[in-house]
């Protein structure tokens, strides 16, 4: 009698310690029986799927799968019940009580009896959502950086064939006289390979991280320059509008970021109108008196405002204080990163400025930047006449690995006067900076060439030539020049695309 109470006792206390070793843990755990039904539950679970203990006994694991994975899980789970396996385990995703869609790592395992015959199968569930959320958003990001490098690297490429369109194109504008119809067609390539170069430099910018370079701006002007590009992202069915405002509205910026912010805000505001529709972009200056932006620039509070206003779906209230949070999004996984507002929202708040948003559900949204005025004036619009080309007589080591953009530079350079040794890259400048007897009195090289970097040629060369000059060229993004060293203040640099007198000119500031 003793020991049967004894057994009796140990069975009581052993069923204890497994209660509350199953009610405690941090992971889910149910326990389903050889008809799939749910029989016993814990509290880790309940928090997990937001059903009651009660709830989840009248349900099967597959009713709480999520749709896209049920026929993988009803077939895994039927070998595991009808004895077929011991185990498995799956990362699956669960439909909580609210319809929030959870990711699980299920762990499922079958317990038999004494003599082999299933009993019922435990499954184990930890909550992965977060996990999966974060390892999204790193995907995403991966797959950005992947575009951003090909962008930079298309868009360096595009800038070498504008270096030479331009240079031609003005070699041809020089010799003709102003009657000759070849000059009116160099003309009209000019401008058109000016025109792309602003493309390329916006490509640039929207590619990598940038540098930013502020400046005095009418934003009028920032807005007519992005028009036509504006116009082919949101397409044909929504009707675009400018509603600029009568004079300059002069503030301080990045040119090429604020042409971003509009192209996100442009971008963000189709998507808000699948059946079509009216994007309307108006500018203003406005005093703000109150809120964020009241004491911004200076006591009167005058502010640049520019207002991208759609007749779209609008913004419940629900979602509209997160809409600047990087990586929320109300779209589909494949059809926005989270990453445009919250880019927005960062590059106005660098410049000095502030969002602002207006949005009634059925009747679109409206889209307020915000940057503080500025004495001055912005750059004008009226062509200005470029500066004499300046000569030279100097002897210069010209180094790029562009064929025809180094064709194009040694004849700008001798035009002027120059003598030039050029080379395809770092191994060729350095054997001619080793055997050319005369003096090389300064270096113009490209930063990013195959097999050794213009910055390292620059440093080999300057043991021997300590007082060389150099300057520096790229087609790059500023965050690669940034990543070689060549933003530093002491060093002279020249962007791609460049024309004979931008090159004669900047070679004579780093002579200087």
């Excluded at 669960?94 to 299920?106: A, E, F, H, I, P």
């Excluded at 589909?332 to 880019?343: N, P, Y």
């Excluded at 400048?429 to 009195?441: F, M, P, S, V, W």
Aim: charged residues 30%.
């Amino acid at each position: 009698m003793t020991t049967e109470m004894e057994s009796s006792g140990r069975r009581f206390e052993s069923d204890r310690r497994f209660r509350t070793i199953f009610d405690a843990a941090a992971i889910g755990i149910a326990v389903i029986d050889m008809t799939g039904r749910i029989i016993e539950t814990n509290p880790a679970l309940h928090d997990m799927l937001g059903y009651s203990a009660d709830d989840l006994r009248a349900m099967t694991l597959s009713e709480l799968t999520h749709e896209p994975d049920l026929d993988a899980d009803v077939a895994v789970m039927g070998e595991l019940l009808a004895g077929r396996r011991d185990s498995y385990r799956v990362e699956k995703r669960y439909v909580r009580k609210d319809g929030k869609v959870v990711w699980g790592r299920l762990a499922a395992s079958l317990v038999r009896d004494d003599d082999g015959t299933p009993r019922y199968a435990i499954a184990m569930v930890e909550d992965i959502t977060q996990h999966k959320e974060l390892e999204a958003q790193f995907l995403q990001a991966q797959k950005m950086e992947a575009v951003g490098r090909l962008a930079s690297g298309v868009a360096h490429d595009f800038n070498n064939l504008l270096t030479v369109i331009r240079g031609y194109s003005e070699f041809i504008i020089g010799r003709s006289k102003d009657q000759d119809a070849r000059r009116d067609d160099a003309v009209e390539i000019k401008e058109a390979a000016q025109r792309a170069s602003i493309l390329a430099h916006q490509l640039l910018g929207f590619s990598r991280k940038r540098v930013r370079h502020p400046q005095v701006l009418d934003v009028n002007r920032v807005v007519r320059d992005v028009e036509t590009m504006l116009a082919r992202l949101i397409g044909e069915d929504v009707n675009l509008l400018l509603r600029m405002a009568d004079g300059p509205c002069a503030t301080l910026a990045d040119p090429v970021q604020l042409q971003q912010v509009l192209m996100n805000l442009a971008v963000n505001a189709r998507d808000a109108m699948p059946a079509g529709g009216t994007l309307v972009i108006e500018t203003a200056e406005e005093v703000v008196t109150t809120g964020r932006g009241a004491n911004a620039c200076n006591d009167s509070g005058r502010h640049v405002r520019i207002s991208v206003t759609d007749t779209g779906e609008g913004i419940p209230d629900s979602v509209r204080p997160h809409i600047f949070e990087p990586f929320f999004t109300t779209k589909e996984a494949e059809k926005g990163s989270g990453l445009g507002l919250s880019t927005v929202d960062g590059i106005v708040t660098q410049s000095g400025g502030f969002m602002r948003v207006r949005s009634e559900v059925g009747r679109g949204s409206t889209f307020d930047v915000l940057l503080p005025c500025v004495r001055g004036s912005a750059a004008s619009e009226t062509p200005v006449e470029p500066a004499p080309v300046p000569v030279g007589f100097e002897t210069i080591l010209l180094v790029e690995d562009d064929p025809a953009v180094r064709r194009f530079a040694r004849r700008a350079l001798v035009e002027v006067g120059y003598s030039v040794l050029d080379a395809d890259g770092g191994p060729e400048a350095l054997r001619i900076a080793e055997t050319h007897d005369g003096r090389i009195d300064a270096i113009v090289t490209d930063v990013v060439m195959p097999g050794m970097t213009g910055v390292t040629l620059v440093a080999r060369i300057e043991r021997t030539r300590p007082d060389i000059r150099v300057l520096y060229v790229s087609g790059y993004a500023d965050h690669t020049m940034e990543q070689h060293g060549v933003f530093e203040d002491r060093l002279r640099f020249l962007r791609k695309p460049f024309t004979q007198g931008e090159l004669a000119r900047a070679l004579r500031e780093a002579l200087a």
